[in-house]
């Protein structure tokens, strides 16, 4: 379903991506690992082509889309839901017009039955009585919650979410993990999240890939991850600053 | 010492050609959505609503005054000469070849301008527009043509508004004031005023709107670092946008009149 090849991306003088290769199966729910500044939003960005890449290609369903034109971009979007680290919810349109935006734009659909499927998605995600409000009246986990269901609406067939717990307490965070699994049943969707929490990562993944220094260093179930050898991925699962990942800025004596 | 500021000067020069060349190229990037459906009716007028419509107050304001101090200015300058009886003609004809487009410009540039920067800017750091293009929207379309099109359309009616309301501030401080006829005055604004001093004004100002909003739009578009990024975008997004006016309106005049 989706086929990463030999990716590289450079800002300025900074190597981000230095040859990623990674392919997602249809169904399947992949997380990509990494710490900070280790590329993985940058990747996720070129997924649905939010970024350009310097060299390489990432193909969803056989399609380039590193070399698409704008028209046939904006069509292979309308498959993608996306779930973004914010929330990124649109502050000047009311909750029900977020998650509704796809169905009125793009399928032409009339306010009040946009409305009463928005209301349909928000109670899957589980949340009652919010569509009226606007954005900024949200809490963080409400936000993320109003996210999703605005990233499901049009009913997509890849989910991305960038950093789905970052940011919420721990038990909004296994709220939001519940959800992602519950949804992945309810839908049948292929799905790719990435993030550093691997209390999470176990939880939502099929297959857990881990990023490091711009390139996908192992692959494997959260079993095989959880049992691995490399020293540089036991590091970081098992959350130690000792070890041979070096912290960008902080040299140690 | 001299090489230092032949270097600032050079980094200047390229910053503005760089900086020009991307305003020019966002601008027809943002054409080419003008001939593509659907066509945001909605977002059109709600964006004429604020920048246009909610600007009325404070270029009234600014009209009358302005109109007032002319008349105030020329009415004990041109007495020296005893050339009181123009003050109306003066008025009139500062009001629509010059100060009408030009400061309707700045001030809906300073008002609906930093705004257009800031929530742009704000919508590209907390991903919204990323958010936007996700779901299959283009920005340029759903963003900026709106800002666009409300620019190149309400500055030019705004200005309308703007001459008659400067010429009756004229008119107010000549009568009230100076005790001149009313029919005066209105004589001395219609004997010198050509139709041609009036819609050049609102083809400078329509050109003004438009390049404020694009400049506006760009600079949010752009903006990179969080709340600081969002605040100095807005800046450098008024800084620009009236610079714009101000030169080009030399130009301008000197091409159209």
């Known amino acids: ?253 | 010492m001299i090489k230092n500021y032949i270097e600032r000067l050079g980094r200047f020069v390229s910053f503005f050609i760089l900086e020009a060349g991307g305003i020019v190229l966002f601008g027809l990037r943002t054409l080419k959505q003008l001939f593509t459906l659907p066509f945001d009716i909605k977002l059109i007028i709600l964006q004429m609503l604020s920048i246009g419509v909610k600007s009325f107050p404070v270029v009234f304001i600014t009209s009358i005054f302005t109109g007032m101090v002319f008349a105030l200015q020329t009415y004990t300058g041109f007495k020296r000469f005893g050339a009181e009886s123009m003050v109306g003609s003066v008025v009139a004809l500062s009001m629509t070849r010059e100060l009408g487009p030009v400061l309707t410009g700045l001030i809906v540039t300073g008002r609906a301008g930093a705004a257009i920067a800031a929530e742009i800017g704000t919508m590209r750091v907390t991903e919204q527009i990323d958010a936007l293009e996700t779901l299959a929207t283009n920005p340029l379309k759903y963003l900026v043509i709106p800002r666009f099109l409300a620019g190149l359309f309400m500055l030019p009616a705004l200005t309308v508004l703007s001459d008659i309301i400067g010429i009756n501030g004229g008119f107010i401080v000549s009568t009230g004031i100076y005790k001149m006829s009313s029919s005066l005055y209105w004589r001395k604004v219609w004997d010198y005023l050509e139709l041609g001093d009036f819609y050049n004004g609102l083809i400078k100002a329509a050109f003004f709107g438009a390049s404020m909003a694009l400049i506006c739009c760009y600079k949010g578009f752009y903006t990179e670092g969080g709340a600081e990024g969002v605040g100095k975008a807005t800046t450098q997004a008024v800084v620009l946008a009236s610079m714009t006016i101000l030169v080009s309106d030399y130009f301008l005049s000197a091409w159209l009149f």
């Open chain 1, 1 to 253: 379903m989706i086929e990463i090849k030999e990716l590289y991306k450079s800002f300025g003088q900074k190597e981000v991506l230095k040859g990623v290769d990674l392919s997602i199966q249809k169904g399947e729910s992949m997380v990509i690992i990494g710490g900070s500044g280790s590329g993985k939003s940058v990747l996720i960005k070129h997924i649905i082509g939010l970024l350009r890449p310097d060299k390489g290609s990432v193909f969803i369903e056989g399609l380039d889309v590193t070399r698409l034109n704008e028209k046939d971009l904006y069509k292979v979007r309308k498959k993608f839901g996306m779930l973004f680290q914010g929330a990124a919810l649109f502050d000047s349109l009311r909750v029900w017009e977020n998650v509704s935006f796809f169905l009125i734009r793009h399928r032409g659909m009339s306010e009040k039955r946009a409305k009463d499927i928005a209301i349909e998605k928000l109670r899957l995600v589980g949340l009652t009585g919010v569509e009226d409000l606007m954005p900024a009246e949200l809490s963080g986990g409400m936000r993320k919650r109003v996210g999703l269901a605005r990233a499901i609406a049009h009913d997509p067939e890849i989910l991305l979410y960038d950093e789905p717990t970052t940011g919420l307490d721990p038990i909004m965070a296994d709220a939001i993990n519940d959800l992602i699994v519950d949804l992945k049943k309810k839908l049948n969707v292929t799905s790719v999240a990435i993030t550093h929490d691997m209390h999470s990562a176990y939880k939502i993944g099929d297959r857990i890939a881990m990023l490091y220094e711009g390139k996908i260093i192992e692959t494997g179930t959260p079993d095989e991850i959880k049992n691995t050898s490399n020293p540089i991925v036991r590091q970081f699962i098992t959350g130690s600053a000792k070890g041979p990942i070096k912290i960008e800025g902080v040299t140690d004596e």
